[in-house]
């Protein structure tokens, strides 16, 4: 399940750190999805013992403990980290992956049942941090466009979806952009009807085609090369090695354009399923370059954030 490090112009943890977050999120994962499956191999009966155990765990039930439980402890300055890392895990396991999978008949149902639950897990890290908070739009916990990205594509593949920068002061929408391992791909998404045919040309409005009907649309070579741009310049700056690529994707449709312009890759209906299954197979580890990417473009993007209520009174924390 690919990583959501940037959403709109919402806090992202990842932002915090690029080189931290990352990794804890695939060993999160991991251990969350040993858990369930576990659960669900051995039935209810473990889920019930797992339970129990964790009640004992909240209830010491020996002298020393008690005594301790008595004594108020100064908090550690780098608790924060831990506090977050305990939070984590509590809202992935609150977020009914554990209910009803004893009626899931197969072991895909499953692992569709644990990515969807995953969900909300990953809209979380992209909107807020231990002391700050975005308040994120509905639509995003079912867009499905957004939904396909995070849950058929690697871990390691590193996503921010309709990012704002700021740039002089001023902010830019950006195109999807996806940092793998090999490359950082600006993409637009044109879909609409299923087969209809989009004639491309240098104008600025193409022609979509459905059946009798003929309809202008804004050339989205347009967005996807102001991406591109942000992304070049950036990358230039602080010197970071990594390919960039420019896709125009349409996944229930085609793409009719005579001459395409050079740089630009046409990814459509006759074609999809040929490029995402090479980038699914893509095993390649996370790469320092690739997270030098990240923390670049993260670096600029606009935040839009307030402080969350329990650190309200609070002096606050380093980041």
Same mark, same amino acid.
């Given at each position: 399940?690919?990583?959501?490090?940037?959403?709109?112009?919402?806090?992202?943890?990842? #932002?915090? !750190?690029?080189?931290?977050?990352?990794?804890?999120?695939?060993?999160?994962?991991?251990?969350?999805? /040993?858990?369930?499956r +576990?659960?669900?191999e051995?039935? &209810?009966?473990?889920?019930?013992?797992?339970?129990?155990?964790?009640?004992? =765990?909240?209830? &010491?039930?020996?002298? $020393?403990?008690?005594?301790?439980?008595?004594?108020?402890?100064?908090?550690?300055?780098? /608790?924060?980290?831990?506090?977050?890392?305990?939070? !984590?895990?509590?809202?992935?396991?609150?977020?009914?992956?554990?209910?009803?999978i004893?009626?899931?008949?197969?072991? +895909?149902?499953?692992?569709?049942?644990?990515?969807?639950?995953? *969900?909300? %897990?990953?809209?979380?890290?992209?909107?807020?941090? *231990?002391?700050e908070?975005?308040?994120?739009?509905? =639509?995003? %916990?079912?867009?499905?466009?957004?939904k396909?990205?995070?849950?058929?594509?690697? !871990?390691?593949?590193?996503?921010?979806?309709?990012?704002?920068? $700021?740039?002089?002061? #001023?902010?830019? +929408? #950006?195109?999807?952009?996806?940092?793998?391992?090999?490359?950082?791909?600006?993409?637009?998404?044109? /879909?609409?009807?299923?087969?209809?045919?989009?004639?491309?040309?240098?104008?600025?409005?193409?022609?979509?085609k459905?059946?009798?009907?003929?309809?202008?649309?804004?050339? &989205?070579?347009?967005?996807?090369?102001?991406?591109?741009?942000?992304?070049?310049?950036?990358?230039?700056?602080?010197?970071?090695?990594?390919?960039?690529?420019? *896709? $125009?994707?349409?996944?229930?449709?085609?793409?009719?354009?005579?001459? &395409?312009?050079?740089?630009?890759?046409?990814?459509?209906?006759?074609?999809?399923e040929?490029?995402?299954?090479?980038?699914?197979?893509?095993?390649?580890? *996370?790469?320092?370059?690739?997270?030098k990417?990240?923390?670049? $473009?993260?670096?600029?993007?606009?935040?839009?954030?307030?402080?969350?209520?329990?650190?309200?009174?609070?002096?606050?924390?380093?980041?």
């Amino acid at each position: 399940m690919a990583q959501l490090i940037k959403l709109q112009d919402y806090v992202s943890r990842y #932002a915090q !750190d690029i080189y931290l977050y990352p990794s804890r999120y695939v060993r999160l994962k991991k251990k969350q999805w /040993e858990g369930i499956r +576990e659960k669900w191999e051995n039935g &209810p009966k473990q889920t019930s013992e797992n339970h129990f155990d964790i009640q004992q =765990e909240e209830q &010491p039930n020996n002298l $020393l403990h008690k005594l301790k439980s008595m004594v108020r402890q100064p908090e550690p300055v780098k /608790e924060e980290g831990t506090r977050e890392h305990k939070e !984590d895990q509590e809202h992935l396991m609150d977020d009914g992956m554990l209910h009803s999978i004893t009626n899931l008949q197969s072991i +895909e149902e499953l692992k569709q049942h644990f990515l969807d639950g995953l *969900l909300p %897990f990953q809209l979380k890290w992209a909107s807020s941090t *231990l002391t700050e908070r975005s308040f994120i739009t509905k =639509e995003f %916990f079912s867009d499905p466009t957004l939904k396909f990205l995070l849950q058929r594509f690697p !871990d390691t593949f590193l996503i921010l979806y309709k990012p704002i920068f $700021l740039l002089k002061k #001023a902010p830019v +929408e #950006a195109e999807l952009i996806i940092i793998t391992p090999a490359a950082a791909m600006c993409i637009s998404f044109i /879909e609409a009807e299923e087969n209809a045919a989009y004639v491309g040309s240098k104008d600025r409005f193409w022609i979509k085609k459905t059946r009798n009907k003929e309809k202008k649309i804004l050339n &989205p070579l347009i967005a996807l090369n102001r991406t591109e741009k942000i992304v070049k310049t950036l990358f230039d700056m602080y010197d970071v090695e990594l390919p960039v690529q420019k *896709l $125009l994707i349409s996944r229930n449709g085609f793409i009719d354009y005579p001459q &395409p312009p050079y740089g630009v890759q046409f990814i459509e209906k006759r074609n999809f399923e040929d490029w995402f299954m090479g980038l699914r197979g893509m095993k390649s580890p *996370l790469k320092h370059m690739q997270l030098k990417a990240a923390q670049v $473009l993260l670096q600029y993007g606009q935040t839009t954030s307030v402080r969350r209520l329990e650190w309200e009174n609070s002096p606050k924390s380093e980041q």
